[in-house]
């Protein structure tokens, strides 16, 4: 780690200060590209409370662009992600949060392949969000996004 990453990881432990992200792109890994110019892809999970008003959340109703990151990008280092060239415009049809024990199968439905039940969803978010599985118990909170595609 150079002096400059060891100086903003401590900057941005001290400060909880996060990367501020375009409030009007989703990003979405570019393992999920393919299922993005398919139309497939309808629902993603996100860890925490996320919904409308609430940092890195979304509004019911609110247009945006779904971008495939390229390269990820990283919050402790102040790093953007990039994206590749992908751009597509999505509408927040519903959002919610849920308990992770309180996730039912219709909250799956439009997700991925990898993501079917509760298990595979903490596995996902781990790996995603470099979470430890430990902290993602049932009284987890996740976000529930879905959307739909405005060019048909």
């Known amino acids: 780690m150079t002096i400059s990453e060891k100086i903003k990881l401590i900057f941005s432990i001290i400060f909880k200060k996060r990367l501020n992200l375009n409030p009007d792109e989703m990003a979405i890994r570019s393992v999920y590209e393919d ?32 971008r495939v990151i390229e390269k990820t990008g990283a919050d402790w280092a102040f790093v953007p992600p990039r994206f590749n060239g992908y751009k597509d415009d999505i509408m927040i049809k519903k959002i919610y949060v849920k308990k992770m024990r309180d996730l039912k199968e219709e909250d799956f ?17 781990g790996l995603i969000y470099n979470l430890p599985l430990r902290t993602l118990h049932d009284d987890f909170f996740v976000t529930i996004i879905n959307f739909e595609y405005l060019n048909q």
């Open 35 to 66: 299922l993005l110019k398919e139309k497939k892809l309808k629902t993603v999970f996100r860890p925490g409370e996320r919904d409308c008003k609430k940092n890195r959340g979304y509004c019911e109703s609110q247009v945006v662009k779904a």
């Open 109 to 125: 439905f439009g997700t991925s392949p990898d993501i079917k039940d509760k298990e595979s969803l903490r596995y996902h978010l």
